[in-house]
């Protein structure tokens, strides 16, 4: 039963370089911060970043497992309020997580919670779904 | 700077794209989505970034592409996109504002299926000052 204040189960996304370079074409951003280290110290990075838009793809699946596939996601949005930062050689997490807001009409809405490494990397994180 | 009478205006593009199967596997296959028959929620992005951008570099628009970061993204899914689907882009310039020396830009890129409305993506772009 879905109701208003229902705690989602939580899921863990692991991101690397390669899931970077993946997404890069699959979305066609080819920005440098995204795949070359040197490229993002230049301007000012710590290190090279995920696509802000990777992150919300990966929530997004997320939002669609809960409502029973991509087909029921009717509105999703978010803020990118940090980079989600992934050193070479290594796999980062992306821990979502969501709350049920409001359930009327056949549909649901949540909010959600994202983070890295503990950092909060989506604010204002939000979807309706149709239930 | 962006230019005043630009807010408000809308650009329409006349070029039509249509969305592959592989291009929609492409993007499932990253976020390990095994349900390909329609496109994950965020897909448009694929689209709406590039002729966004493209309508949108107009030099008398005034917007610089170059110092552009990604604030926020909003979808408004009216119905899932599949292969097959044909679009066009439309990108209205919603509201611009100066906060801390940066511009904050509200664009929304509206994907239409001939006249119907698909998705319509609010994307808030920070040009750093």
Same mark, same amino acid.
């Given at each position: ?6 705690q ?6 692991? &991101? ?15 920005? #440098? ?11 000012? &990075? #710590?290190?090279?970043?995920?696509? !802000?838009? &990777? ?25 990118f309020t940090? #980079? /989600?930062?992934? #050193?070479? !050689?290594?796999?980062?997490?992306? =821990? /979502? ?13 949540? =909010? &959600?919670s ?18 | 700077?962006?230019?005043?009478d ?5 650009? +329409? ?10 291009e929609?596997?492409?993007?499932? +296959? ?5 349900? *390909?028959? $329609? +496109? ?11 002729? %966004? ?15 552009? $970061? ?6 408004d ?7 097959g689907?044909?679009? *066009?882009?439309s990108?209205?310039?919603? %509201?611009?504002? $100066? +906060?801390?020396?940066?511009?904050? @830009? *509200? ?13 319509s *993506?609010?994307?808030?772009? @920070?040009v750093?000052?």
């Amino acid at each position: 039963m879905i109701e208003v204040g229902t705690q989602l189960e939580e899921m863990v996304f692991y &991101l690397d370089r390669a899931l970077l370079k993946a997404y890069a074409d699959a979305s066609g951003d080819q920005n #440098p911060i995204h795949q070359n280290e040197e490229f993002a110290l230049s301007v000012g &990075l #710590p290190n090279v970043i995920a696509h !802000g838009m &990777l992150t919300m793809a990966l929530a997004g699946k997320y939002i669609s497992d809960f409502a029973g596939g991509s087909a029921k996601v009717l509105e999703f949005g978010a803020r990118f309020t940090k #980079p /989600v930062i992934v #050193p070479a !050689g290594e796999k980062v997490d992306l =821990t /979502v997580s969501a709350v049920v807001t409001d359930v009327a009409d056949g549909k649901a809405s949540l =909010t &959600l919670s994202a983070t890295s490494a503990g950092v909060k990397v989506l604010g204002m994180a939000k979807a309706v779904v149709q239930i | 700077m962006l230019s005043p009478d630009s807010v408000g205006r809308t650009f +329409a593009g006349t070029e039509s794209i249509t969305v592959s199967q592989s291009e929609i596997d492409a993007f499932c +296959a990253v976020i390990g989505e095994t349900d *390909t028959t $329609v +496109a994950p929620p965020t897909f448009s992005i694929r689209i709406t970034l590039d002729q %966004s951008q493209s309508l949108l570099s107009n030099p008398e628009i005034g917007l610089d592409w170059t110092r552009v $970061v990604h604030g926020d993204q909003k979808f408004d899914i009216k119905r899932p996109i599949k292969a097959g689907d044909t679009f *066009t882009c439309s990108s209205t310039i919603e %509201s611009a504002r $100066v +906060a801390a020396g940066n511009e904050i @830009v *509200t664009v929304r890129s509206d994907l239409f299926s001939g006249t119907e409305l698909v998705v319509s *993506t609010w994307s808030t772009l @920070v040009v750093r000052a």
